[in-house]
């Protein structure tokens, strides 16, 4: 009997066809109760088998974590807006789904998503943001602007499977400060559900991709898009669509909570359009705004294989196209060693952090900052390919964290020690009072930033074991916390910077390696 590890992308379909086997004997040989749920890194016996065409790779050892002590926390995160729609619900033969605080009434879905109007009367006239009625034709309520609101109630229901209605929502987030005016926090939408793992939201402003929302759908999370019909000022969309999933075209299925009807999304280069020629409320056009999800429970889509959660060693392509400073996706920040860097979207720099390059907050100036490191850091690239082929890690992350700690070597002193830390040694700025046994060769060696990368890895190995729930992006994004301050202060993707050197460093290490990894890293 011979084995297989799983890889991201895999299903046991496709495995048990690869082998000359069936999926029945596959979940038998290895007590697998339910066979569209399988994880990545799971090794399987296989009961019967020809030889496969190619061999699994297999991830590397476990080594040791470890450990610092916290800081102050991030800044708050900030609102979005959202405009009108109408409504005129279509029909559809997929599952419904019951809204326990209404007997008898129900609601059909798309893609294991429940298809809500923003214009349905148990909540057309609501006051958005407030309590009591005011009424569907005002500008206040639920029917005129709260297709952000649908769009996010239809997201998050799936994700928990609990029927969490825009009405729901509402109330929730004018309970937790979910609001400001008419403007909703994203980031709070996903504590409507009560849910282990929790779900969590990520506004990404701008450099939302095709790429990343086909990573998102594949992992079985809807993602919301802003669209534009309206105005032509993309940093604001006029309305927003629940995705939820794509057709074998290669273009997107979508709900739209102007009527709860569905439409069709189609690729024009990294945008997205959908024209009322094809039943479309209007013509739409996505330019990379986006909400994207993690935690909580992947959504199934109807006649489709669930594929294997990623793993930090096999990766599907991803998310991110840097903004402003590299407008267009490019193969490389996608694909390859890097390609874990575009399962998720972080915010970037906080303010404090940008401030030294007087650079502004957020992803555009962690990407200006690693901008002005490149030429220092590009000394360093074939070391940071070859250790990150080693030790299994992306080599774009690996100079990012030189960018972060040393300014790729423009805060050393000649002796390789930090201009302001007397602890910290060396290219990645390794804690010589932490970890005296990992100072080993010169400051610029590849043994240092082979040292530097065992430390990493033995922090992923850390947030793995801690937080299995986490996703592979998560837990690499949760050790590059803990490379600033130990494993052991890494609890919440949500809180995951409280703590940290300028409260954000995991979110701007990981937005300067996206920027970097488009750079060739």
Known sequence: MSSYRIRSGDTLSSIARRYGTTVDALANANNIRDPNRISAGRQLDIPSQRAPSTSPRVPPPPSRPSAQAPLPAPPPHRADTFTPGAQTPRATTERTWSDPNNPGKTYPSRDGVPRFSQGDTDWAGSRLGGAGEVGASSRDSIQQQ????????????????????????????????????NSVDFTRVGGAANTQPPITSTRVRGSLTPEGIDQQLDAGRPVLVGVNYRTTNTEKPDHWL??????????????????????????DGNQLVASTAEGARHDYRFSGQGVTFSGGNPVRPNGQDVVANA???ELAPTELAPTELAPTTDVAATTGDNAILGQLQTRGASPRTASQDRAPEGIEGSQQMAENDRARLERFRDTFQQVGNEYGLPPALLAAIASRESRGGNGLNPDGTAKYDPNGYGLMQID?????????????????????????RDNLRAMQSAHPEWSPAEQLRGAVAAYNMGPGNVRTVANMDVGSTGGDYSSDVWARAQYLASRGF
């Open 242 to 267: 629940t995705v939820t999933g794509r057709n074998s075209d290669g273009s997107y299925r979508a709900i739209d909570p102007n009527g709860g009807g569905e439409l069709t999304l189609h690729r």
């Open 311 to 313: 793993s930090p060693e």
């Open 146 to 181: 709260g297709c952000a609101i649908t769009a996010s109630a239809m997201a998050v229901s799936a994700l928990s499977g609990q029927t969490i209605t825009p009405a729901q929502m509402d109330g929730y987030l004018d309970r937790n400060r979910g609001y400001s005016g």
């Open 432 to 456: 010589a009072l932490h970890n005296p046994e990992l100072i080993r060769g010169g400051p610029y060696s590849r043994e240092h930033v082979a040292a530097a990368a065992g430390l990493l």
